[in-house]
């Protein structure tokens, strides 16, 4: 079946610091890998969406300065939180999908950021 | 821009009783509307999707019907489990999933 393994699942990093995260999908061929957050409080804002061969595409609110992207291949994505600071504390999740019309998002179990 | 408004933050149950959770979305366009269910320290799993106007779609005991007219797409449970106890997403896309505009999220708990 298809599976997305986050990595770490839980990270504590010092104020100012800057945290990498990973995602790994099984089973299928993650063209597009979405990276969403969970802030306290509230539910998951897309990060940015990437699709292998194409450009990264931010959201409003989210920079490539600040949360860098790598998507390399088909079944690996990575992201940085650089310079994290207190409100980049939450769950990062990653969803990927393989191209076509009806396909499925497979989520990780996300990866949960500390900022002390 | 897009949103999913869920109204319940929290619905707890006895089991055996019918459940509904509300989903209402706004958007310009012709969405996809979809239910994420997420058992605790799991990654969120696809429960239900849709985007056939009042066509009812189910899946493990789950239904829910998508109507355009009310923007709404209500999830709901004729008879809950114990199992079912978990957080549910409302999500819209408009383009089958590229992109997932997620509601707040209802926490379901149901008691023996």
Redesign the interface.
Same mark, same amino acid.
Not at chain 1, 101 to 110: I, L, P, S
């Given at each position: 079946g298809a599976l997305?393994y986050q990595y770490p699942r839980r990270t504590i990093c010092k104020s100012g610091t800057s945290m990498r995260m990973e995602c790994q999908a099984v089973g299928f061929q993650a063209t597009?890998v979405?990276w969403?957050r969970q802030s306290p409080q +509230?539910? #998951?804002e =897309?990060i940015a =969406?990437s699709t292998v061969n194409s450009a990264i595409k931010y959201e409003q609110n989210f920079t490539q300065e600040k949360f860098p992207i790598s998507h390399p291949n088909l079944s690996f994505s990575s992201m940085t939180v650089l310079n994290a600071y207190l409100e980049d504390r939450g769950l990062y =999740?990653c &969803?990927a999908?393989s191209t076509g019309?009806?396909?499925?998002?497979? #989520? &990780? +179990? &996300?990866t949960r950021l500390t900022v002390v | 821009g897009d949103s999913v408004t869920q109204t319940e933050g929290l619905v707890t149950l006895t089991k055996g009783l019918p459940v509904m959770l509300n989903c209402t979305y706004q958007t310009t366009y012709s969405p996809f509307l979809f239910w994420y269910v997420q058992h605790l320290n799991e990654a969120p799993k696809l429960l239900l999707k849709s985007s056939t106007d009042n066509k009812r779609t189910e899946h493990q005991g789950f239904y829910a019907t998508l109507h355009k007219s009310s923007s709404s797409f209500h999830l709901q449970k004729s008879s809950v489990q114990l199992s079912d106890s978990a957080l549910y997403f409302c999500a819209l896309s408009l383009n089958m999933g590229y992109k997932l505009t997620f509601g707040t999220g209802t926490s379901l708990l149901v008691d023996p």
């Open positions: 997305v597009s979405a969403y +509230k539910t #998951f =897309l =969406l =999740l &969803g999908r019309a009806n396909t499925e998002v497979f #989520f &990780g +179990k &996300g | -």
